[in-house]
């Protein structure tokens, strides 16, 4: 993803400062509103990424939307803005709460299923992630009445598939790659 | 159409679903950034080794050739419309590879290994073989010594090649270099018969599927295919399989070798697998060299021809051979070989481009076809004067090497004085006699397509030549004086054949063979 290796460092470096000033559970918690409001709003979005907009109304602006922020935090927009890469807030935001998890070993487990899960399932599931990661999980529910039944589970570069569409699509592909047609 | 028998539609139905589980699987995954050209990035999959398949949604697969810091780039071996930006893929824990085994003899076979020929599935025993593989190492090698009789006169006489050896075929477009290599399998049906086999590997690179098609009918027609596999990537397939179709081609002729048989191996071409390789390279932007190929289109060619060995005799030593694949220990025998002719196009000629002189520097000699020949009928249109075997010469056997001996010599002396004859006759009779008796050979050595000879006709005739026995015999009729030579020969002296073909030229033997070339050239006498 582009600016995600910049994004990677500042991310770390704020991680680092927000520890030491013991801040980094209120940070997290800012960078969380900032992930959310950014890419939930495609003009703000615009805005950070146009060159036109001139970085002082970036500042203000961003200290307009976000009032609440820890001392953290506004300093970090400064020295985004102050370095223009203010357009890669949201991926810093990002690339920080990941790696917040990563420190407290606890894990993102997205879960894909047809209808939603109720409480009784989810606790299957985070027993589930708990059993193939060996680390804390909050779960994340996307509804997606194309995979028909089942769920994938997906925590960072791990996947499982119990999807009846999976099973669907590997049926369909072994039925037709048949070696009993000559393919030149 | 012939009728379908609906039991056996059920039969291959049951077939093909018995291999599925609807298991939930456990996958490494990534996302795909963005899709084009045959090369796709992928964020995520940390953990993905360089040459690993990867396996996307659609079930297309890809080889991971570029290890970034956050992504990686993996070149798709198919097409690539199903793939979407965003949608995930899985790494499958295994390194590119193809699996061999006796069944895949006679097949007609892709990039990895899935027949493409309408004949069903590979059966029996298969073992996975990777097509990336380290060749053998000096200790586990031994130098060439047997031939590898390729049926064609000027070769087997004058540039012979050897089991194990690699020996490079190249020339311009239509020179016939396919058809010298055709004719090489075609002339290993004489093993094949006498259950020696020398197991064939014929890999198509880039070229029309028609012309596949063909050379898999030609072999197949002449019995040849019994012994034979054809590895095809075609020039409609992505260029990675056309990188990677020569791999699976050594990796199936490795499954003969590291079993101690003999393997001959022919790539066809080289130069259309460089292209592949230099447009997968640019596309995966890495920096462009001389006439725009990679850096490392030297060691791609290297390090494929080096695959090509002949290895020790010893059992105990062959079966420590470096980087044996798992499912090949406990299997490996000593004695086996395998035989690469690689094949070259030039363009007009020309040699010192960089791919050209990339592969004669690496094989051990070459074999050049020129058009000018071609195009006077000298067919093949072996130029013997720069075609050079380096190693083959200790591999011809005893009887053709006494016989051979002078023939590259005075051919070399007729060409020179060639020239001269074709200004007028003022000429003295010893340089009249080198062009008359170079003009004979010359028609001794052409062949027709798929018109191999064994090694003892070749001996028998090309001693008639080199002894200036044919000098009565009109040089258009040097071809019927041949035929009825041989024919008489095979029908009247069986024993002289046989002790030809064994290695010995014995007083009796060259008795017989000039007694029967004089009786029959009287008959051409004026």
Redesign the interface.
């Known amino acids: ?1 582009r600016g ?2 910049a994004a ?1 460092r500042y991310a770390k470096a704020i991680l680092s400062l927000a520890k030491d000033k013991k801040a980094a559970d209120a940070v997290e918690k800012d960078m969380q509103t900032i992930l959310k409001t950014v890419t939930n709003s495609r003009d703000l979005e615009n805005m950070l990424t146009s060159p036109v907009v001139r970085n002082s109304i970036k500042k203000s602006a961003l200290l307009e939307i976000f009032k609440n922020l820890d001392n953290v935090s506004k300093g970090a927009i400064d020295i985004l803005i102050e370095n223009g890469r203010i357009n890669i807030l949201h991926i810093v935001a990002r690339q920080y709460i990941i790696q917040y998890n990563e420190m407290n070993n606890v894990r993102q487990a997205v879960v894909t299923t047809a209808v939603p899960l109720d409480s009784e399932l989810e606790a299957q599931v985070l027993a589930k992630v708990k059993e ?1 990661t060996g680390s804390k999980a909050t779960l994340k529910n996307i509804v997606d009445e194309d995979i028909i039944g ?1 769920f994938i589970l ?1 925590v960072g ?6 999807s009846v569409a ?2 669907l ?3 369909k ?3 037709k ?8 | 159409m012939a009728e379908v028998n609906p039991a056996e539609v059920s039969a ?2 049951k077939q ?2 018995s ?2 589980e ?1 298991k ?7 996302t795909v ?1 963005n899709v084009g050209d045959g090369i796709a990035n992928i ?5 993905a080794q360089y040459g690993e398949l990867v396996q996307f ?3 297309l697969e890809g080889i991971v050739l570029n290890l970034e ?3 990686i780039g993996v070149v798709l071996l198919g097409p690539a419309k199903e793939i979407k930006e965003g949608s ?1 893929v ?1 790494r499958t824990q295994r390194i590119a590879s193809i699996n061999v085994g006796e069944g895949i003899v006679g097949r ?1 076979v ?1 990039t990895l290994g ?8 590979i059966e029996g025993e298969t073992f996975e073989m990777p097509l990336e593989r380290k060749a053998p190492g000096v200790i586990y090698r031994q130098p060439v010594t047997e031939p590898l009789q390729t049926g064609i006169k000027s070769i087997d006489a004058m540039v012979p090649v050897g089991r194990g050896q690699r020996e490079l075929v190249i020339g311009d477009r239509q020179t016939g270099k396919t058809t010298v290599c055709i004719d090489t399998i075609l002339n290993q049906k004489e093993f094949y018969d006498a259950g020696e086999p020398v197991y064939c590997i014929y890999v198509a690179v880039g070229q029309k ?1 028609s012309t ?2 063909a050379i898999a009918k030609t072999l197949e027609d002449k019995g040849a295919l019994a012994y034979t596999t054809i590895v ?1 990537a ?1 020039a409609s397939d992505p260029a990675p399989m056309q990188v990677y179709a020569p791999f699976a081609g050594a990796a199936i002729g490795e499954y003969f070798r590291d079993t101690g048989r003999p393997a001959l191996i022919v790539y066809d071409d080289l130069s259309k697998q460089a292209v592949a390789y230099r447009e997968v390279s640019l596309l995966l932007r890495r920096p462009p060299g001389r006439e725009a190929y990679p850096g490392d289109v030297f060691f791609l060619h290297s390090r494929l021809l080096e695959r090509a060995a002949k290895v020790i005799a010893d059992d105990d030593i062959a079966k420590q051979m470096n980087d044996l694949p798992e499912s090949l220990k406990g299997k490996v025998k000593g004695g086996g070989s395998l035989t690469a002719l690689p094949l070259i196009e030039t363009q007009a000629g020309d040699v010192s481009a960089y791919i050209p002189t990339n592969v004669i520097s690496i094989t051990d000699g070459q074999i050049f076809l020129t058009s000018d020949l071609f195009n006077s009928g000298v067919r093949p249109a072996i130029d013997v004067g720069i075609s050079v075997s380096r190693v083959g010469g200790s591999a011809q056997i005893k009887s053709m090497k006494k016989v051979a001996g002078t023939l590259k010599l005075d051919q070399a002396q007729y060409r020179e004085l060639e020239a001269f004859a074709k200004f007028g006759s003022d000429l003295d009779a010893a340089t009249m006699n080198v062009i008359e008796k170079g003009k004979r050979n010359v028609e001794i050595l052409k062949q027709g397509q798929n018109d191999p000879y064994p090694v003892e006709n070749q001996i028998a005739i090309i001693y008639a030549g080199s002894k200036n026995l044919l000098r009565d015999v009109p040089v258009d009729k040097v071809k019927e004086f041949e035929m009825e030579y041989l024919d008489y020969l095979n029908a009247k002296h069986r024993d002289t054949l046989d002790t030809l073909k064994a290695g010995k030229l014995t007083d009796e033997v060259i008795d017989t063979l000039t007694s029967v070339a004089k009786d029959l050239s009287s008959k051409y006498k004026k």
Do not use: C
């Open positions: 993803m995600t290796r990677q193939l089942g997906r570069d791990l996947q499982y598939d119990a999976r099973n699509s590997r049926l592909r072994e039925l790659d048949n070696t009993y047609v000559s393919k030149f | 291959i139905l093909q679903l291999g599925f609807s939930a699987s456990l996958d490494e995954v990534g950034l964020y995520g999959l940390a953990n949604e659609s079930g810091e956050d992504n995930t899985k007609v892709d899935a027949p493409i020929d309408g004949k069903g599935p599927a596949v098609a095809a075609n």
